[in-house]
């Protein structure tokens, strides 16, 4: 059996959230709102991403990258053009910057697996996270990332949104994700969303997504995990997912496809297909994790096969998948 206080394994007691840290933060206001979580150092993602945010029309929008948008990118020059992209934008620490930046290697990666995660997987992000501490500190940003904050709180229209990069509880808590959501529905979400003031609450730490709604005495209230921006996440396709709220009426570029949505406190909230040149990713990430190594150990066959995952499979609740999501 793994060893929960293990690097790796658990989550430090400074990940610790709750209402009062989303309560601790001013919220922003948006009429088109894109949650990035799990970039993970994927540049050729990362240019795709803001060629399609530069597409909207609206002059209100805004990025939030909600952690984990290093990993992959050991190269300090790779590293550096993340830095650089994102920078303009509102950016939250997950595990993978917290633990860049943190002085001793005790947490490990910060990812808190799970015991049915095995002990090889466990290991690997820990050295990986190990690469990315070399990177940063080459570059003299690791101060940088420890102050970013850990939660954002956003508004587009009626639609309060809490944004984090694990759960309402834990900078990289497992409760949002696809296996646990109904549990944690069961286990006070929707309370915790209403101690937040919130009608939505978005996050991406599992790396698997998942979109649910819960019906309240006050409304419909709602969870979205938009699983990866920079990896493969749908049987049968190689593209990137982010998470988009918008007023409704506000049209998605042209060429750009919904994979599933809902209406939930008069926002149009939707797991949204980043399409990208898979070739072009491949070949930076096999420059910087040839065969052998952990990343390409632990994450290659998701970037070339994808997941067994069909989208259906995480629309639930009023989330319902687009046509062509279903035939993929």
């Known amino acids: 059996m793994p060893e929960a206080g293990s ?27 894109y949650i990035v979580g799990g970039l993970y150092g994927n540049t050729v993602a990362l240019d795709a991403l803001l060629a399609l945010f530069d597409a909207e029309a609206s002059p209100r929008r805004r990025i939030v990258f909600n952690g984990d948008f290093h990993w992959f990118d050991r190269d300090p020059a790779e590293f550096a053009r993340i830095e650089a992209l994102t920078h303009g934008h509102r950016r939250l620490r997950g595990n ?7 002085l001793g290697d005790e947490a490990g990666c910060g990812c808190a697996y799970p015991d049915d995660v095995d002990d090889g997987t466990v290991d690997r992000s820990n050295r ?19 102050r970013l904050p850990m939660v954002a709180r956003a508004s587009v229209g009626a639609c309060r949104v809490a944004i984090t990069h694990g759960d309402e509880r834990s900078l990289a808590g497992w409760r949002l994700a696809r296996e646990r959501i109904d549990a944690a529905w069961d286990d006070g979400l929707a309370d915790a969303l209403r101690a937040m003031r919130a009608d939505l609450i978005a996050s991406s730490h599992t790396c698997v997504p998942v979109a649910t709604t819960r019906e309240t005495t006050t409304g419909v209230v709602g969870a979205i995990n938009n699983g990866a921006a ?16 918008a007023l409704p009426g506000i049209p998605l570029p042209r060429g750009v496809r ?41 994450y290659h066959r998701r970037i070339v096969h994808s997941t ?16 062509e999501a279903l035939d993929v």
């Open 7 to 33: 690097p790796g394994r658990f989550c430090p007691a400074d990940y610790r959230l709750g209402p009062e840290a989303f309560e601790a933060v001013e919220p922003f206001e948006a009429d088109v709102l």
């Open 96 to 102: 993978v910057e917290t633990e860049i930046a943190r």
């Open 128 to 146: 990986i996270l190990g690469e990315l501490k070399h990177a940063a500190a080459e570059l003299g940003c690791a101060d940088a990332l420890a």
């Open 230 to 245: 920079g990896m493969a996440n749908f049987i049968g396709t190689h593209h990137g997912l982010i998470t988009r709220v």
């Open 258 to 298: 919904p994979v599933y949505s809902a209406s939930i406190a008069g926002a149009e909230v939707a797991a949204v297909a980043l399409e990208f040149d898979l070739s072009r990713w491949l070949e930076r990430f096999e420059r910087q994790w040839p065969e052998g190594s952990d990343a390409h150990r632990s």
């Open 308 to 323: 067994e995952l069909a989208p259906e499979r995480a629309a639930l609740g009023r989330f319902s998948c687009m046509a």
